[in-house]
């Protein structure tokens, strides 16, 4: 795209290259401001910029400089950086979704899913109780956190167990699986689709669903399944709860946290949080310790990614062990409760 006319491209297009320029974080606190239709719009345009020119970005910063927050380091496009910059910006769960709606073979596929997910929750069990595990996963996995949970309570205790072993394992699954559900829905669904692969389901959509359902059942549920699979169960646990949810915390509890946790892991841990997340643990702490952590963070320079993950990991342990010992809870949203 190196002889795009700057001033002959849409405000959309402007904008996406402007998003590609300054990275997914920054550019998924831009896209917080929009709307999902909006957000699919500029999305579909960042997609199909996979390599940003120097002269383009030039341009694309004068007219957007007023608006340049941070990160300026990445240029390069594509699906993958739409599908990490909406990740942040709305969670896993919507960026598979709106990814989907956008990327190659997205289109009526989708549609007979959403109108299966508009079902009520025992409607959509009353047509999934006699199908396969792979093809309840599968379908579960592009429902909506909490009326998945809902059909997947209504499922026996062995079968929840195989369902959430096949959904933590799904990675791509072919588009056929889509008219077998749809044809026990409706007969007009049974429509030929192109042979394609689409996005579904993972470790990540599985930790999704087990934090929807009863606490009991969920510890159960994970127990079982480490039993059962040792290293799937692993990594769903370790989503379970993850370092940007500690916004999730009481300020008390943040509070308490913060008094258990080694002060080296947490500087690590923050070079890659939000800068919600940041205000808050900085706003837990006395200002002359925020001061301090501030200045240990930019003293560490840059920091390999797996160093900052293992910190994030040994804080999420702390929390862990806290919730289990009953002195903090995880069941209460923290961040709304913080005055500043």
Same mark, same amino acid.
């Given at each position: 795209?190196?002889?795009?006319?700057y001033?002959?491209?849409?405000?959309?297009?402007?904008?996406a290259?402007?998003?590609?320029?300054?990275g997914?974080?920054?550019a998924?606190?831009?896209?917080?401001?929009f709307?999902d239709?909006e957000?699919?719009?500029i999305?579909?345009?960042?997609?199909?910029? #996979?390599?940003?020119p120097?002269?383009l970005?030039?341009?694309s910063?004068e007219e957007?400089?007023?608006?340049?927050a941070?990160?300026?380091g990445?240029?390069?496009?594509?699906?993958?950086?739409?599908?990490r #910059?909406?990740?942040?910006a709305k969670?896993?769960?919507?960026?598979?979704a709106?990814?989907?709606?956008?990327?190659?073979?997205?289109?009526?596929?989708?549609?007979?899913?959403?109108?299966?997910?508009e079902?009520?929750?025992?409607q959509?069990?009353?047509l999934?109780k006699s199908?396969?595990?792979?093809t309840i996963?599968f379908?579960?996995?592009?429902l909506?956190?909490?009326?998945?949970a809902?059909?997947?309570?209504?499922l026996?205790?062995e079968l929840?167990?195989?369902?959430?072993?096949?959904?933590g394992?799904?990675?791509? #699954?072919?588009?056929d699986?889509?008219?077998?559900?749809a044809?026990?829905l +409706?007969? +007009?669904?049974? *429509?030929?689709?192109?042979?394609?692969? +689409?996005?579904?389901?993972?470790? *990540?959509?599985?930790?999704?669903?087990?934090?929807?359902?009863?606490k009991e059942?969920?510890?159960e549920?994970?127990?079982?399944?480490?039993e059962?699979?040792? #290293?799937?169960?692993?990594a769903? *646990?370790?989503?379970?709860?993850?370092?940007?949810?500690?916004?999730?915390?009481?300020?008390s509890?943040?509070?308490?946290?913060?008094?258990e946790?080694?002060?080296?892991?947490?500087?690590?841990?923050?070079?890659?949080?939000s800068a919600?997340?940041?205000?808050?643990?900085?706003?837990?702490?006395s200002?002359r310790a925020?001061?301090?952590?501030?200045?240990?963070?930019?003293m560490l320079?840059?920091? *390999?990614?797996?160093?900052?993950?293992a910190?994030?990991?040994?804080?999420?342990a702390?929390?862990?062990r806290l919730e289990?010992?009953?002195?903090?809870?995880?069941?209460?949203?923290?961040?709304?409760s913080?005055?500043?």
């Amino acid at each position: 795209m190196s002889d795009t006319d700057y001033s002959k491209l849409s405000r959309p297009q402007r904008l996406a290259i402007f998003l590609i320029i300054i990275g997914p974080e920054a550019a998924a606190e831009v896209l917080r401001q929009f709307g999902d239709a909006e957000i699919e719009v500029i999305c579909r345009e960042m997609s199909t910029f #996979t390599v940003v020119p120097t002269e383009l970005q030039k341009l694309s910063l004068e007219e957007f400089s007023p608006l340049v927050a941070r990160s300026m380091g990445s240029a390069l496009g594509g699906m993958a950086f739409a599908q990490r #910059t909406l990740e942040i910006a709305k969670g896993d769960y919507k960026a598979s979704a709106i990814v989907g709606r956008i990327g190659p073979g997205g289109g009526s596929s989708i549609e007979v899913i959403k109108e299966i997910s508009e079902m009520e929750g025992r409607q959509i069990f009353n047509l999934l109780k006699s199908e396969q595990p792979q093809t309840i996963s599968f379908l579960l996995s592009y429902l909506d956190g909490a009326k998945a949970a809902e059909v997947f309570a209504l499922l026996g205790p062995e079968l929840r167990e195989e369902v959430v072993e096949r959904l933590g394992t799904i990675e791509s #699954t072919s588009l056929d699986l889509v008219n077998k559900i749809a044809g026990s829905l +409706h007969r +007009h669904c049974a *429509r030929k689709l192109r042979p394609s692969f +689409h996005q579904s389901g993972g470790v *990540r959509v599985a930790a999704d669903l087990i934090n929807q359902l009863d606490k009991e059942m969920s510890k159960e549920l994970i127990t079982r399944l480490e039993e059962r699979n040792a #290293t799937l169960g692993a990594a769903i *646990r370790k989503k379970l709860f993850s370092f940007e949810d500690i916004n999730r915390l009481q300020a008390s509890d943040l509070q308490r946290v913060l008094r258990e946790v080694d002060s080296a892991n947490l500087a690590t841990g923050m070079k890659s949080a939000s800068a919600m997340l940041r205000d808050r643990i900085y706003g837990s702490i006395s200002k002359r310790a925020a001061e301090s952590l501030k200045e240990e963070i930019e003293m560490l320079g840059a920091v *390999r990614l797996k160093d900052v993950e293992a910190a994030q990991e040994a804080i999420i342990a702390v929390v862990r062990r806290l919730e289990e010992e009953g002195q903090i809870s995880l069941d209460a949203e923290g961040a709304d409760s913080v005055v500043s």
